[in-house]
Antibody, heavy 119, light 107 residues
Framework: EVQLVESGGGLVQPGRSLKLSCAASGFTFSNYGMAWVCQAPTKGLEWVASISTGGGNTYYRDSVKGRFTISRDNAKNTLYLQMDSLRSEDTATYYC????????????WGQGVMVTVSS | DIQMTQSPASLSASLEEIVTITCQASQDIGNWLSWYQQKPGKSPQLLIYGATSLADGVPSRFSGSRSGTQYSLKISRLQVEDIGIYYCLQAYSAPDTFGAGTKLELK
């Protein structure tokens, strides 16, 4: 059974950092691209960042470029999102998702982790 | 960036009714379109990928279609468990963009 379990969320002050993790199991992690998708309270879904199977290619939405870093450790079956210089508008639930290799849809999602940026 | 215009924003329908939700892409995205259902307090779940292919385990009353740059999700006979918010997603080119969502309620 495919499982994605996020951790690392919480309350953080503006300008500070947070690192999210997503532990994957039930599939060959190194064979799949992965992504982070966020959802602000009562709002819709927004793609945040994606990473290729080997980690060599990464993509970000404009609002997080230069502040967030997506990475992966295929030996540990874990996806990460390093979030620096956090802003109040980054407050959201963050989901990790497995990405199909051709049509790039998200076929499995984690349960989500809440990040609250507030003083 | 590619814009996905999703309509309607909300929809009230009766059990067994046919429901259709549409997404209009601002440019050609081929079949790089997927649909998701999100129930309150839960993670999104994949329904349709490649514009028309049904994801594993999804009831056959769900179907997807494409006409040019307009994409549709159809629920042939609405059931109570279909209540939730539906999103389309284009992944043809970065940044991936979601539609704004359609909130489906029971009448």
């Amino acid at each position: 059974e495919v499982q994605l379990v996020e951790s690392g969320g919480g309350l953080v002050q503006p300008g500070r950092s947070l690192k999210l993790s997503c532990a994957a199991s039930g599939f060959t992690f190194s064979n799949y691209g992965m992504a982070w998708v966020c959802q602000a309270p009562t709002k819709g879904l927004e793609w945040v960042a994606s990473i290729s199977t080997g980690g060599g290619n990464t993509y970000y939405r404009d609002s997080v470029k230069g502040r967030f870093t997506i990475s992966r450790d295929n030996a540990k079956n874990t996806l990460y999102l390093q979030m620096d210089s956090l802003r109040s508008e980054d407050t959201a639930t963050y989901y990790c998702a497995r990405r199909d290799g051709y049509y790039h849809y998200f076929d499995y999602w984690g349960q989500g982790v809440m990040v609250t940026v507030s003083s | 960036d590619i814009q996905m215009t999703q309509s309607p924003a909300s929809l009230s329908a009766s059990l067994e009714e046919i429901v259709t939700i549409t997404c209009q892409a601002s440019q050609d995205i081929g079949n790089w379109l997927s649909w998701y259902q999100q129930k309150p307090g839960k993670s999104p779940q994949l329904l349709i990928y490649g514009a028309t292919s049904l994801a594993d385990g999804v009831p056959s009353r769900f179907s997807g279609s494409r006409s040019g740059t307009q994409y549709s999700l159809k629920i042939s006979r609405l059931q109570v468990e279909d209540i939730g918010i539906y999103y389309c997603l284009q992944a043809y080119s970065a940044p991936d963009t979601f539609g704004a969502g359609t909130k489906l309620e029971l009448k």
